[in-house]
């Protein structure tokens, strides 16, 4: 089965993009969440617990499937013990394709998508600490 996963950070931004996205994919089941990243993830929680034998996870690009470098890996690698994969589609990731490179280009990706947040939060922080003064 061909899942859709769509995620925004907040509940005041549009999953529209995401959805038509994962609709043109092919998706037959799409799980969404308004949920921060950093936050617990029910919904994917779930879909993490009913994937099965050759199932393939889609989402938009690697920021919606997590953050965190070691969460990501962890995941993939649960994903294949279930001969399951990861699709991403602005980074054309497919994780059913098992060789170095493609392991290196996840290990770039996912390592970049925590550099980001990590900016994000550091310009938050930043920003916050403007306006306090």
Known sequence: ???GYARVSSTDQNLDRQIKELENYGC?????EKESGAKERSEF???LKQIRFKDVIVCHD?????RSQIHILEVIKQLRE???GLV???????????????????SIFSATAEFERRKIKERQQEGIAVVIL
């Open 62 to 66: 690697l920021t919606r499937f997590g």
């Open 1 to 3: 089965m061909i899942i």
């Open 82 to 84: 279930k001969q399951a």
């Open 45 to 47: 929680e779930k879909l």
């Open 28 to 32: 037959e089941h799409i799980v969404v």
């Open 88 to 106: 991403t589609l602005k980074e054309r990731i497919d994780t059913r394709e098992v060789n170095p490179y493609s392991d290196l280009i996840i």
